[in-house]
Antibody, heavy 119, light 107 residues
Framework: EVQLLESGGGLVQPGGSLRLSCAAS????????MNWVRQAPGKGLEWVSS????????NYADSVKGRFTISRDNSGSTLYVQMSSLRAEDTAIYYC????????????WGQGTLVTVSS | EIVLTQSPVTLSLSPGDRATLSCRAS??????LAWYQQKPGQAPRLLIY???NRAPGIPARFSGSGSGTDFTLTISSLEPEDFAVYYC?????????FGGGTKVEIK
């Protein structure tokens, strides 16, 4: 059974940093691109970042470019996002999602971790 | 950036009705469009990928069509569990984007 379990969310002050993790199990992690998608309270879905299966290709939404860094540990089947210079508008539930079949639609999602940026 | 516009924003229907949801892209995304369902407090679920392919385990009452800039998600006969928010998403180019969503509510 495919499982994605996010962790690392919490309350952080504006300008602060946070690292989210996503532990994957139930599939061969190295075969799949991985992604972060977020959802602000009461709002729609927003793609944040994607990383290819070998980590060689990374892409970011303009809203987080230069502040967020996606990475992965294929030996430990874990996806990360390092978030810095956090703003109030980064407040959201952050979902980890698997890329279907090596592409970038999202076939499995974690339950999400809430990041709140507030003083 | 490709903008995806979903319509209507809200669809008020009864169980057993047919639901037709639209997603229009600001430029061609070929067939690289997916549809997701999200219920309150839950993560989204992939329904349709590449415009018309049902994801594993998705009931046959869900179907997708379209290519280029105009896409449709059809639910042939609404079940009580289908009342939710639906999003489209393209993977044609970076950045990936989602539509704003259509809420299917009980009339």
């Amino acid at each position: 059974e495919v499982q994605l379990l996010e962790s690392g969310g919490g309350l952080v002050q504006p300008g602060g940093s946070l690292r989210l993790s996503c532990a994957a199990s139930g599939f061969t992690f190295t075969n799949y691109a991985m992604n972060w998608v977020r959802q602000a309270p009461g709002k729609g879905l927003e793609w944040v970042s994607s990383i290819s299966n070998n980590g060689g290709s990374k892409n970011y939404a303009d809203s987080v470019k230069g502040r967020f860094t996606i990475s992965r540990d294929n030996s430990g089947s874990t996806l990360y996002v390092q978030m810095s210079s956090l703003r109030a508008e980064d407040t959201a539930i952050y979902y980890c999602a698997r890329g279907r079949g090596g592409a970038y639609s999202f076939d499995y999602w974690g339950q999400g971790t809430l990041v709140t940026v507030s003083s | 950036e490709i903008v995806l516009t979903q319509s209507p924003v809200t669809l008020s229907l009864s169980p057993g009705d047919r639901a037709t949801l639209s997603c229009r892209a600001s430029q061609s995304v070929s067939s690289y469009l997916a549809w997701y369902q999200q219920k309150p407090g839950q993560a989204p679920r992939l329904l349709i990928y590449d415009a018309s392919n049902r994801a594993p385990g998705i009931p046959a009452r869900f179907s997708g069509s379209g290519s280029g800039t105009d896409f449709t998600l059809t639910i042939s006969s609404l079940e009580p569990e289908d009342f939710a928010v639906y999003y489209c998403q393209h993977r044609s180019s970076w950045p990936l984007t989602f539509g704003g969503g259509t809420k299917v509510e009980i009339k």
